[in-house]
């Protein structure tokens, strides 16, 4: 799979908009970048390496809509909470593995996004 010729710009982009964060947490952003910027291939029939310039911010803006409605950073929301006990008090929280598999089977491409994307797409035949 190729990487993203601007992908570290992307990530700084994203980064800028989020506080610091531990070593999980900005694996979590660039997975969710990663993904974000290959469904926007996926989507437009472009290889990753062919993706517009144009078109990132774009990615970075689908990629923070992507973080931002899952909660996938924020620590105290109950969407990291993996299971809860009464008896005794015990609360489990999601692994950072547990996320990427969450992130892997969410659509990132919503119909706001679709309409911009469409003048970059390309047709099969």
């Known amino acids: 799979m190729n990487k993203h010729p601007r992908f570290s710009d992307l990530s700084q982009k994203i980064n800028k908009l989020f506080p610091k964060f ?21 989507y437009t029939h472009l290889k990753v390496s062919e993706l517009s310039e144009a078109m990132d911010d774009i990615i970075v803006a689908i990629c923070l809509q992507l973080i931002e409605t899952h909660q996938w950073l924020d620590a105290n929301q109950e969407s990291n909470v993996a299971s809860l006990s009464e008896g005794d008090a015990s609360i489990t929280f999601k692994t950072p593995a547990e996320t990427y598999n969450q992130i892997q089977s969410v659509n ?11 003048s970059f797409r390309r047709l099969l035949w």
Do not use: G, Y
């Open 108 to 118: 990132s491409i919503t119909d706001d996004f679709k309409s911009q994307l469409n």
């Open 22 to 42: 531990d070593k999980d947490k900005q694996m979590i952003i660039d997975w969710a970048l990663e993904k974000t910027i290959n469904d926007v291939s996926n």
